[in-house]
T-cell receptor
Framework: NAGVTQTPKFRVLKTGQSMTLLCAQD?????MYWYRQDPGMGLRLIHY???????AKGEVPDGYNVSRLKKQNFLLGLESAAPSQTSVYFC?????????????FGPGTRLTVL | GEDVEQSLFLSVREGDSSVINCTYT??????LYWYKQEPGAGLQLLTY?????DMKQDQRLTVLLNKKDKHLSLRIADTQTGDSAIYFC???????????FGSGTRLQVQP
């Protein structure tokens, strides 16, 4: 099992460019999450999904869109990147069967917006 | 809204015990977690505790939960240089089951 993978690992964008971050998990998990981590802060929830075809907003959703067309994939899109979106982005997944189940995190994508 | 707070920095000597503290505000929290993040890496789950427990021990790790005061602590016994990292406290709700994180405590272990 690869667990949770994220592509790309690094990316530099110019203001106004668009891009899509891909998260994939091979654990058949129902729940998937996108977080961002800024210096000196914990992770903050951007969007999440409780199953294929569903998405919902987290605490900091502005400027991002997501899609979950397949259970194993959760895409995070930036339509018009801004310097404030410079951050490290983490994807996570978990089983939906029990409240204490671990969230498994991907290795992160480091995004810089110039 | 939910809020999780931690002290920013802790320095200990190798072999000593480390205690990292966390406070949270959401009284409906069901599970509380401790994650470890090494430089340039993702998050690794260390341990978690259910809200109806007051203590959990796992090898060198001891988690204490005071639900009345909404205070969580992580004790690392015989701290090693490999324990140097940022430690995040997090809690989850019963609905979306997303995590709300503290800002992290940087643990520095001096030889």
């Amino acid at each position: 099992n690869a667990g949770v993978t994220q592509t790309p690992k690094f990316r530099v964008l110019k203001t106004g460019q668009s891009m899509t971050l891909l998260c994939a998990q091979d654990m058949n998990h129902e729940y998937m999450y996108w977080y961002r981590q800024d210096p000196g802060m914990g992770l903050r929830l951007i969007h999440y999904s409780v199953g294929e075809g569903t998405t919902a907003k987290g605490e900091v959703p502005d400027g991002y869109n997501v899609s979950r067309l397949k259970k194993q994939n959760f895409l995070l899109g930036l339509e018009s990147a801004a310097p404030s979106q410079t951050s490290v982005y983490f994807c996570a997944s978990r089983s939906g069967t029990s409240g204490g189940n671990e969230q498994f995190f991907g290795p992160g994508t480091r995004l810089t917006v110039l | 809204g939910e809020d999780v707070e931690q002290s920013l920095f802790l320095s200990v000597r190798e072999g000593d015990s480390s205690v990292i503290n966390c406070t949270y505000t959401d009284s409906s929290s069901t599970y509380l977690y401790w994650y470890k993040q090494e430089p340039g890496a993702g998050l690794q789950l260390l341990t978690y505790i259910f809200s109806n427990m007051d203590m959990k021990q796992d090898q060198r790790l001891t988690v204490l939960l005071n639900k009345k005061d909404k205070h969580l602590s992580l004790r690392i016994a015989d701290t090693q240089t490999g324990d140097s990292a940022i430690y995040f406290c997090a809690e989850t709700d019963t609905g979306r089951r997303a995590l709300t994180f503290g800002s992290g405590t940087r643990l520095q272990v001096q030889p």
